[in-house]
């Protein structure tokens, strides 16, 4: 059984940073791994994710202020979140699967979730 436990989460000023963390367990390696999030009244949506190989796939309105990385060791999926801005104000989930058929950033590709962890940027 595949499970996922964000961490990290918090309150911040605007321009400030976090380090979201990800433990994942029950598993061997070579899973796709990716973060999403959702803010109220709106949608989930994917905002980065890494393969198997290690490749990483960004939303554009994150890609130059958010990276995503995993240490193997410690079967840990990160997610740096550096310039965070108001609207990056949302419930963050981590999310899992063995194989995906569509999109990278499409939620229903997914069969395994984390409860997710809150992140709250004040102006």
């Known amino acids: 059984q595949v499970r996922l436990m964000e961490s990290g989460g918090g309150s911040v000023q605007a321009g400030g940073s976090l380090k979201l963390s990800c433990a994942a367990s029950g598993y061997a390696y070579g899973y796709y791994m990716a973060w999403f999030r959702q803010a109220p009244g709106k949608e989930r949506e994917g905002i980065a994710a890494?393969?198997?190989?290690?490749?990483?796939s960004y939303a554009d309105y994150v890609k130059d202020r958010f990276t995503i990385s995993k240490d193997n060791a410690k079967n840990t999926l990160y997610l740096q979140m550096n310039s965070l801005k108001p609207e990056d104000t949302a419930m963050y989930y981590c999310?899992?699967?063995?194989?995906?058929?569509?999109?990278?950033?499409?939620?229903?590709?997914?069969?395994?979730w984390g409860q997710g962890t809150q992140v709250t940027v004040s102006s």
């Open positions: 999310a899992a699967d063995r194989w995906l058929s569509g999109n990278w950033d499409k939620q229903d590709e997914y069969n395994y």
């Open positions: 890494r393969d198997k190989v290690g490749v990483t």
